[in-house]
């Protein structure tokens, strides 16, 4: 989808349900469905990414947003394993990405996943934050941590 379709969709979204009723659409979809909507997101905002943080700093600051987004909850299932594998193209095993998220500063990730969101223009911040509630929902559930996450980058 172009990224003006998605911002669309996006702000419709938000005027016709409830916060909730969006965050459980995303719970509600298929793995394979959270997959190529998380690869039209990264493709749609990748480009602005670069622009904020440095091309030569682009594939840090979206591993950096990534174990963000897997360590908000503080726990990292198969299926999450599985998820960041297929979308990165790499084959960390559940003790490396576990080791990953482990490393990094998680109150600093967010911090820097929320500050790259409010750089953004309004369709690279739709996609981004639609990029980051695919993450969160391959679970199949969203934790409190999760939504108040997903708000501080709507912000």
């Known amino acids: 989808f ?12 938000l005027l016709t349900k409830s916060f909730n009723e969006m965050m ?3 719970v509600n ?3 394979e469905e959270l997959l190529a909507f ?5 493709a749609d905002f990748s480009d602005e990414l670069g ?12 591993a950096f947003t990534t174990l963000a987004c897997l360590g908000v909850d503080a726990t990292l299932t198969d299926l999450e394993c599985k998820f ?32 790259v969101a409010d750089r953004m223009s309004g369709s690279a911040k739709s996609a981004f934050v ?16 999760e939504v108040a996450f ?5 912000g």
Do not use: W
């Open 51 to 62: 622009s904020i943080v440095g091309e030569d700093n682009t594939a840090s600051a979206l």
């Open 24 to 26: 459980q659409e995303y």
């Open 38 to 42: 998380a690869r039209r997101s990264l």
């Open 130 to 145: 639609l990029f980051c509630m695919a993450f969160l929902a391959v679970d199949e559930r969203f934790s409190r941590e």
């Open 84 to 115: 960041i594998c297929e979308l990165m193209g790499s084959n960390y095993t559940r003790s490396e990405l576990l080791s990953l998220v482990d490393s990094i500063n998680q109150q600093k990730a967010e911090e820097m996943a929320d500050l």
């Open 2 to 13: 172009p990224s003006i379709i998605i911002a669309m969709c996006f702000k419709l979204f």
């Open 150 to 154: 997903v708000k501080r980058l709507i």
């Open 29 to 31: 979809l298929s793995y």
